[in-house]
């Protein structure tokens, strides 16, 4: 079913270029895939795969399906302005990968009745492994289905309501970022206790992705896993109990609560 659609990416930056890494490495013709940008010698190693790279966004329009709109929230209206006329309820999807930006606002930006998702994945889309959560207005079931299949090819999908897209940001896409600060420092502890920086990446690497699948597959609490490696007076809890002396879990938390207050703030200025 996807395989057969054409797709255009609005939008060639960071996330817009990971959608079609992601895209491609799950074998779909990158002749079905069209994306966009001003300076369309950075989408080079695109091109070079075989997919369309245009700085004309009413064309990739006109000759697509699926329509992913990745650009930043104060591009947003311009673009819309700029392909609404083009949207056909009939032939096109809208999907925004946009933050902040309410399905409302687009609708009404657009002035039509289309199909219209609000999708939050992470960087992690490249290599298949995204977090994505999904909003939806106008959509019909064999749409639904259709953009769970193309973000599940992308990594794990959950459909939430749009009131929780803003959450959705931080704990998946700033979530990478503090999840890769958490990697960071375990590497530099490593190579403080004597592994090289190599092997200190490695072992902190795969150690974290190892206990987020023993997570996933498991479908355990996190507190279950960390009491089969803490034994009385053993090395583990004498780690832990140093690190939430620390503020390690509360800094955390914090973290993520300020992002949160930092995107309804500026969506009330």
């Given at each position: 079913m996807i395989k057969n659609k054409k797709i255009a990416i609005i939008?060639?930056?960071?996330?817009?270029?990971?959608?079609?890494?992601g895209l491609l490495k799950k074998n779909i013709n990158p002749e079905n895939i069209i994306i966009t940008r001003r300076k369309i010698e950075l989408l080079n190693d695109l091109k070079s795969k075989g997919v369309t790279v245009s700085n004309n966004n009413i064309d990739a329009i006109k000759n697509s399906e699926i329509i992913i709109i990745?650009?930043?929230?104060?591009?947003?209206?311009?673009?819309?302005?700029?392909i609404k006329d083009e949207l056909n309820s009939e032939k096109h999807l809208l999907i925004s990968l946009v933050s902040k930006v309410s399905i409302d606002e687009i609708k009404t930006t657009i002035g039509k009745k289309i199909s219209i998702f609000r999708v939050a994945p992470n960087t992690a889309i490249a290599?298949?492994?995204?977090?994505?959560c999904i909003s939806q207005q106008f959509a019909n079931q064999k749409e639904i289905e259709l953009v769970n299949l193309l973000f599940g090819m992308l990594g794990k999908t959950l459909f939430i309501s749009e009131e929780m897209s803003d959450a959705s940001t931080v704990l998946a896409a700033c979530g990478t970022a503090f999840a890769m600060r958490f990697i960071r420092?375990?590497?530099?502890?490593?190579?403080?206790?004597?592994?090289?920086?190599?092997?200190?990446?490695?072992?902190?690497?795969?150690?974290?992705?190892g206990a987020a699948d023993l997570l996933l597959q498991n479908k355990n609490h996190p507190e279950f896993e960390i009491d089969r490696v803490t034994t009385p007076k053993g090395y583990t809890i004498t780690g832990l109990n140093e690190m939430e002396h620390n503020g390690f879990s509360s800094s955390l938390i914090k973290?993520?609560?300020?992002?949160?207050?930092?995107?309804?703030?500026?969506?009330?200025?």
């Amino acid at each position: 079913m996807i395989k057969n659609k054409k797709i255009a990416i609005i939008g060639g930056g960071n996330l817009g270029s990971s959608v079609v890494y992601g895209l491609l490495k799950k074998n779909i013709n990158p002749e079905n895939i069209i994306i966009t940008r001003r300076k369309i010698e950075l989408l080079n190693d695109l091109k070079s795969k075989g997919v369309t790279v245009s700085n004309n966004n009413i064309d990739a329009i006109k000759n697509s399906e699926i329509i992913i709109i990745a650009v930043k929230p104060y591009n947003l209206e311009t673009i819309l302005l700029e392909i609404k006329d083009e949207l056909n309820s009939e032939k096109h999807l809208l999907i925004s990968l946009v933050s902040k930006v309410s399905i409302d606002e687009i609708k009404t930006t657009i002035g039509k009745k289309i199909s219209i998702f609000r999708v939050a994945p992470n960087t992690a889309i490249a290599v298949n492994e995204s977090m994505t959560c999904i909003s939806q207005q106008f959509a019909n079931q064999k749409e639904i289905e259709l953009v769970n299949l193309l973000f599940g090819m992308l990594g794990k999908t959950l459909f939430i309501s749009e009131e929780m897209s803003d959450a959705s940001t931080v704990l998946a896409a700033c979530g990478t970022a503090f999840a890769m600060r958490f990697i960071r420092a375990m590497v530099q502890g490593g190579i403080e206790i004597g592994f090289s920086s190599q092997n200190a990446s490695l072992i902190a690497m795969q150690t974290v992705k190892g206990a987020a699948d023993l997570l996933l597959q498991n479908k355990n609490h996190p507190e279950f896993e960390i009491d089969r490696v803490t034994t009385p007076k053993g090395y583990t809890i004498t780690g832990l109990n140093e690190m939430e002396h620390n503020g390690f879990s509360s800094s955390l938390i914090k973290g993520i609560l300020t992002s949160y207050n930092k995107i309804l703030s500026e969506k009330k200025s």
